[in-house]
């Protein structure tokens, strides 16, 4: 699974037209989740999708309080690799509600954690500020893309996200490596290309070569609840959304992001072993403390199938929140894990 949060606190720069338009372009070769965790609900109102009570992100965050829940009960069903959980004013709400959580940056991690998750790509439309629900994105997430407008206020927007990257690479000892997209770009104008030049040389190649250019095919769909590719699908707006998903591709393709969460007061440590790492208890795979119960990591894995348990306290553990299973050759069980 590979978790993708779009984020940049700056609006306007085309954060909903991407979430959007990248789901739609990876759903045509891969199981794809598109996550509306922005309160004013750009992606929702973007694809046409109405109220509906019992499928929203709001009604997840709900359930997930319970131990019984299974994601996909909570999303809108698009097509049959398209699947949307929709957003609502009241979403904010749990902005406030979050914050009283010991575990409050990792509340959607937790969620995202069950490795029985089926899609293979979640993209995250995040809210145009910095708050709880937009930290929660970026620290779930395997990798952060940051649409930048051609404009100079940009410039300014960036600082002060790089400076939030940074802070929650402290607190939750997580390499954050964001990559940058240039939207609504027009040749036609001179500090277009000035614009791409100062950020090919400030962001030391973290610039994705795939460039939206300006078209107002794009404006056009979001105004008809479609994507793109469901309005113009030979436009020059479907065609750049097509080249991105096949770069998100190219730089996802090898591996996946096993996502591992664990309850335990009773440990000083614990591990996640496995055929990743020949079953050895290993630094590398040591879990992550947060508040006074719970525990995390996230690892890249390459495409494949894999048996884990966790070791806490010299005691062997099959993960409670995966329900797939295999026996293991001493009459107990393996938790099974798959990469693809």
């Known amino acids: 699974m590979n978790v993708i949060a779009i984020v940049n606190q700056k609006g306007g720069c085309g954060k909903t037209t991407t979430s959007v338009n990248l789901s739609s372009a990876l759903s045509k070769k891969y199981k794809t989740l598109l996550i509306d965790?922005?309160?004013?609900?750009?992606?929702?109102?973007?694809?046409?999708?109405?109220?509906?009570?019992?499928?929203?992100?709001?009604?997840?965050?709900?359930?997930?309080?319970?131990?019984?829940?299974?994601?996909?009960?909570?999303?809108?069903?698009?097509?049959?690799?398209?699947?949307?959980?929709?957003?609502?004013?009241?979403?904010?709400?749990?902005?406030?509600?979050?914050?009283?959580?010991?575990?409050?940056?990792?509340?959607?991690?937790?969620?995202l954690s069950q490795n029985s998750f089926p899609y293979e790509y979640?993209?995250?439309?995040?809210?145009?500020?910095?708050?709880l629900l937009s930290l929660n994105a970026i620290v779930a997430s395997s990798y952060i893309l940051i649409p930048l407008l051609v404009s100079?206020?940009?410039?300014?927007?960036?600082?002060?996200?790089?400076?939030?990257?940074?802070?929650?690479?402290?607190k939750t000892n997580k390499?954050?490596?964001?990559?940058?997209?240039?939207?609504?770009?027009?040749?036609?104008?001179?500090?277009?290309?000035?614009?791409?030049?100062?950020?090919?040389?400030?962001?030391?190649?973290?610039?994705?070569?795939?460039?939206?250019?300006?078209?107002?095919?794009?404006?056009?769909a979001s105004f008809k609840g479609l994507s793109i590719f469901e309005y113009k699908p030979l436009s020059r707006?479907?065609?750049?959304?097509?080249?991105?998903?096949?770069?998100?591709?190219?730089?996802t393709q090898n591996k996946g992001w096993a996502y591992f969460f664990f309850k335990g007061k009773d440990a000083d440590n614990i591990y996640v072993v496995g055929d990743f790492n020949q079953w050895q208890k290993d630094e590398e795979y040591k879990m992550k403390k947060i508040g006074e119960e719970n525990w995390f990591l996230n690892i890249p894995l390459k495409k494949g199938k894999?048996?884990?348990?966790?070791?806490?306290?010299?005691?062997?553990?099959?993960?409670?929140?995966?329900?797939f299973q295999e026996d293991d050759s001493y009459g107990g069980k393996n938790s099974v894990l798959v990469i693809g």
């Not at 993209?123 to 145009?128: A, G």
């Not at 277009?192 to 400030?202: A, G, P």
């Open 237 to 251: 707006g479907a065609r750049d959304y097509k080249a991105l998903s096949e770069e998100i591709i190219n730089l």
């Open 122 to 131: 979640v993209i995250i439309d995040c809210p145009p500020n910095l708050g």
């Open 152 to 170: 100079p206020f940009s410039l300014k927007a960036l600082e002060s996200l790089l400076q939030v990257l940074n802070l929650i690479e402290e």
């Open 37 to 111: 965790l922005d309160p004013q609900a750009h992606s929702t109102f973007h694809l046409g999708i109405k109220d509906n009570d019992d499928k929203s992100i709001v009604r997840l965050f709900e359930s997930s309080l319970n131990e019984n829940y299974r994601i996909e009960e909570f999303a809108y069903k698009r097509n049959d690799n398209l699947f949307i959980l929709s957003s609502r004013l009241s979403l904010s709400v749990w902005e406030h509600k979050i914050n009283q959580f010991p575990e409050r940056l990792f509340f959607l991690y937790k969620i």
């Open 306 to 323: 894999y048996r884990y348990k966790f070791l806490a306290a010299n005691r062997w553990i099959t993960d409670p929140l995966n329900p």
């Open 175 to 220: 390499k954050i490596t964001p990559y940058y997209l240039i939207t609504q770009f027009d040749k036609r104008a001179k500090f277009s290309l000035y614009f791409i030049e100062k950020m090919k040389k400030e962001l030391k190649g973290r610039i994705l070569n795939t460039i939206i250019r300006t078209n107002i095919s794009l404006k056009e």
